[in-house]
């Protein structure tokens, strides 16, 4: 496992912008294979964005396509969400977790293994 911090949350206006950061404190290079997700109280937790190298995709939600993008820089060890557009149903906590892709017979996989501690985002209207 490894050590991943998120940073970047805050209060916002919606229409507004944030980025949030997850850095790993390990070796292993996170941003082969991470997602972010979401959960407000009494909610199931979503995953909005994720990046996978071995099975080469990246997913957004339905929710935020368009107005998130998740990008990575290998030398910081870092992953980002920068989030546009930012409308008050966004409002949640935001984690970021590294995963393990695998191939199980002829389909990729994965299991997340490190979760981040969560930074709180929330928009108002």
């Known amino acids: 496992q490894v050590q991943l911090v998120e940073s970047g949350g805050g209060s916002v206006q919606a229409g507004g912008s944030l980025r949030l950061s997850c850095e790993s404190s390990?070796?292993?290079?996170?941003?082969?294979?991470m997602g972010w997700f979401r959960q407000v109280p009494g909610k199931e937790r979503e995953r909005v964005a994720g990046i996978y190298a071995g099975a080469g995709t990246i997913y957004y939600a339905d929710s935020v396509k368009g107005r998130i993008t998740i990008s990575q820089d290998k030398a910081k060890n870092t992953v980002y969400l920068q989030m546009n557009s930012l409308k008050p149903e966004d409002t949640a906590m935001y984690y970021c977790?590294?995963?393990?892709?695998?191939?199980?017979?002829?389909?990729?996989?994965?299991?997340?293994?490190?979760w981040g501690q969560g930074t709180q985002v929330t928009v108002s209207s």
């Open positions: 977790a590294a995963c393990h892709e695998f191939l199980d017979s002829g389909s990729w996989h994965r299991e997340y293994n490190s």
């Open positions: 390990g070796y292993t290079f996170i941003g082969n294979c």
